[in-house]
């Protein structure tokens, strides 16, 4: 595995990590291969894995030979490794890379949404972000190209809000496709607890779901 797919899969396992996600089974190395044990320590899968993350919803990711596919709770490869990328599954949906695209598959490793985006990332309230031709929008679950790729930089809705840019300033807009916040700061986050940092006159500032300035960003213990 190259050093830049070492280093996301590093931040993805870390992911899991972070948010407490576990399953029943123990994900464990042995002379530099992964498998995973149950709780009383047995080995349920063999190590035989490059690399694995911890379980999220009862699925984790493995990669062998730079491919990366599924194992399910009980330890069994559902999806076997096939993928340059793959993602947790959201929605029933898992976003994966094959010959350079991305698209998301089901459960059982059947195309949902074509593999044909230069980008894209699992699908967070709803929707998911996806680039063509370096412009970013917005897709569904059936695949239907809700919001356009029209803009130059876009984050994930959450809480029915997106922060995205048209190559000037940054703003924000409904999962309609409609601005909510006007056109006017030098870079913005998305919401986080209705909360979003902005940058407005060279200041950091947080901001609430009206656009109502809270405070400077820096000063939050």
């Given at each position: 595995m190259n050093l830049?797919?070492?280093?996301?899969?590093?931040?993805?396992?870390?992911?899991f990590v972070v948010?407490?996600?576990?399953?029943?089974?123990?994900?464990?190395?042995k002379d530099g291969k992964v498998g995973y044990k149950d709780t009383l320590g047995s080995v349920i899968v063999e190590p035989t894995?490059?690399?694995?993350?911890?379980?999220l919803n009862g699925v984790a990711i493995v990669?062998?030979?730079?491919?990366?596919?599924?194992?399910?709770?009980?330890g069994l490869e559902f999806i076997p490794p096939q993928y340059e990328e793959a993602s947790p599954f959201f929605y029933g949906l898992a976003c994966?890379?094959?010959?350079?695209?991305?698209?998301?598959?089901?459960?059982?490793?059947e195309i949902l949404i074509?593999?044909?985006?230069d980008k894209a990332f699992s699908f967070s309230d709803g929707y998911a972000r996806v680039q063509m031709d370096k412009m970013w929008g917005f897709i569904n679950k059936k695949g239907?190209?809700?919001i356009s790729c029209i803009y130059v930089e876009a984050s994930d809705f959450s809480n029915g809000m997106a922060a995205v840019?048209?190559?000037?300033?940054?703003?924000?807009?409904?999962?309609?496709g409609k601005t909510i916040l006007p056109f006017e700061y030098e870079s913005a986050t998305g919401f986080t607890a209705n909360q979003a940092t902005i940058k407005k006159g060279g200041e950091m500032y947080l901001i609430d779901r009206t656009g109502k300035i809270l405070g400077k960003a820096n000063a939050r213990k």
């Open positions: 830049s797919k070492t280093f996301s899969f590093l931040l993805l396992s870390s992911f948010h407490g996600f576990a399953g029943k089974l123990i994900r464990f190395s894995y490059d690399e694995g993350s911890e379980f990669v062998k030979d730079n491919l990366q596919g599924y194992l399910d709770s009980s994966v890379k094959t010959n350079g695209k991305y698209g998301f598959v089901g459960s059982k490793g074509k593999t044909m985006y239907f190209q809700v840019s048209n190559g000037v300033h940054f703003g924000y807009i409904a999962r309609n």
